[in-house]
């Protein structure tokens, strides 16, 4: 699989791999930056243990992780990838994002989205791209119904989280005939 280098003027998207993880480790260690996800990243090794997962899946097609270096700043901010890819079906979904509080608000979420959806739909010419989001989590939620997603459902109590509670998984998605006109409202200016 060829990797992707996702860029503009705002923020580069490049493969995390165990050769640059370590650029996240003050960010992973921020209180509360995961709090909604079933994954632990508050120690160097467990970002370690994150990343060789998500380097696994990759090697098996099934994940593209980025490592993400906000332009602006001249500094990394975070991580988010493409995972469950579905190459058959012809979807996959965007999440495992998390960024810095200090990158937060200030449009590079919105910037990295855009590249992203844009690979997907008129790179990998996919059919859908999907988002799931805890459903406590109203700030990410409405991050993704900002970006155009439609609320399909919610699973409920599907995910364990490290502290035993189950969560419910709101469902979002965008269709790739829904992709142009969500670019031309959400997106203007990009």
């Known amino acids: 699989m060829q ?10 998207l490049s493969l995390l791999d165990l050769s640059n993880y370590t650029h996240l480790i003050a960010i992973a260690n921020q209180k509360n930056l ?18 060789q997962i998500a380097v696994d899946n990759y090697y098996h097609n099934t994940a593209i992780p980025f490592i993400i270096f906000d332009k602006k700043a001249n500094e990394y901010a975070g991580s988010t990838r493409f995972g469950l890819i579905n190459w058959h079906n ?14 937060q608000g200030n449009r590079l979420n919105m910037n990295m989205k855009f590249l992203m959806l844009q690979y997907a739909f008129e790179i990998l010419r996919f ?5 799931r989001v805890d459903e406590r989590n ?3 939620r409405k991050a993704v119904e900002k970006l155009g997603a439609k609320l399909e459902g919610i699973l ?14 709101c469902c979002y998605g965008i269709l790739n005939e829904e992709w142009k006109n969500i670019k031309n409202i959400h997106f203007k200016g990009f």
Request: hydrophobic share 35%; proline share 5%; aromatic share 10%.
């Open 3 to 12: 990797v992707p280098t996702l860029e503009n003027d705002r923020v580069k």
């Open 34 to 51: 995961v709090q909604y996800s079933p994954s632990d990243i508050a120690t160097p090794e467990k970002l370690k243990d994150y990343v």
């Open 90 to 103: 012809k979807v996959l979904h965007i999440g495992w994002t998390w960024i810095g509080t200090q990158f």
């Open 127 to 131: 059919d859908k791209v999907e988002f």
């Open 138 to 140: 109203i700030r990410s």
């Open 156 to 169: 409920r109590k599907d995910t364990l989280m490290l502290d035993g509670f189950k969560r419910s998984t």
